[in-house]
């Protein structure tokens, strides 16, 4: 904690784009860009926007016991203790953690927090869970693919024999291919935050953040596309992975803002082949 509070900063150097670490994020994530995430959130607007879907996906599948590994300022945490559910809160950034903590407080919750950088997951989290949840464009964080599946190696190593994993992206392969489009309805629904891209190629996508206070604040990320991410998730081992489009089953490829790719463990014979 001590540390990003006394680097108000983001540490980029100076020359950002070629910032292209894992180990960034911790340097990203200071007090004062985490004070204003929840703006850029706004939980009222994603809880319309969203809807029950992650809600509906996990009771589906009769899970009970959720780590959120990507818990931020604990909106998901928070929606999943609400319905019901038994979850655990990790995420890599201590500040994030602070947040998602007095959140859930301020409405009646007490969170279960584990500071966990993903690689390593199973060393600071000591039990096994129905589902886990990446949610958040989180996952675009790794940029070295040893550290995807390595991370994505961990994430089923956590999960019981018929676990489920539900993972978030944005949608690259229309940045890449067509430009930058969005129509902020479903992830970030905060009014007047400005947020754009400021460079893409195919190994960094550079977002900037900028809020009615004229503070200005940038995420370096990796640009997944959706196919290589699904291949990923198949080589490591989970055995059918399905992607909804704005949490649409049906879609047309660039019109989603985001991807979300459900990971099953379990085999699934009657969807042998699909």
């Not at 009970?64 to 995420?91: K, M, P, W």
């Not at 992206?169 to 007047?192: A, E, F, I, M």
Request: glycine letters at 6%; a negative charge.
């Amino acid at each position: 904690m001590a540390e990003t509070l006394n680097n108000e900063k983001q540490g980029y150097g100076s020359d950002p784009v070629a910032v292209r670490d894992t180990d960034q994020y911790r340097a990203e994530y200071v007090h004062s860009f985490v004070q204003k995430w929840d703006a850029l959130i706004d939980w009222d607007a994603r809880i319309q926007s969203e809807g029950s879907f992650f809600i509906d996906k996990l009771r589906e599948r009769g899970a009970r016991q959720i780590l959120d590994v990507a818990t931020g300022t604990g909106f998901h945490s928070v929606r999943l203790l609400e319905a019901g559910f038994e979850v655990v809160s990790a995420d890599g950034s201590a500040e994030m953690l602070a947040r998602a903590f007095a959140n859930a407080r301020s409405r009646g919750h007490l969170l279960r927090t584990v500071q966990a950088d993903w690689r390593w997951l199973n060393r600071d989290v000591h039990q096994k869970f129905d589902a886990i949840i990446c949610l958040g464009n989180s996952f675009t964080h790794l940029f070295n693919e040893n550290d995807r599946r390595k991370t994505l190696a961990e994430f089923y190593a956590a999960l019981r024999h018929d676990g489920v994993l539900i993972l978030d992206q944005r949608n690259y392969d229309s940045l890449l291919d067509h430009g930058y489009s969005s129509k902020h309805t479903y992830y970030y629904c905060g009014d007047n935050v400005i947020v754009k891209p400021v460079h893409v190629d195919d190994g960094l996508a550079r977002f900037e953040y900028k809020f009615p206070d004229e503070s200005v604040f940038h995420l370096n990320m990796f640009p997944l596309r959706k196919a290589y991410t699904k291949r990923l998730m198949q080589e490591v081992g989970f055995q059918h992975v399905d992607a909804f489009g704005d949490f649409q089953e049906t879609y047309r490829e660039a019109e989603p803002d985001f991807f979300v790719h459900i990971a099953e463990k379990k085999y699934m014979q009657s969807e042998e082949n699909s």
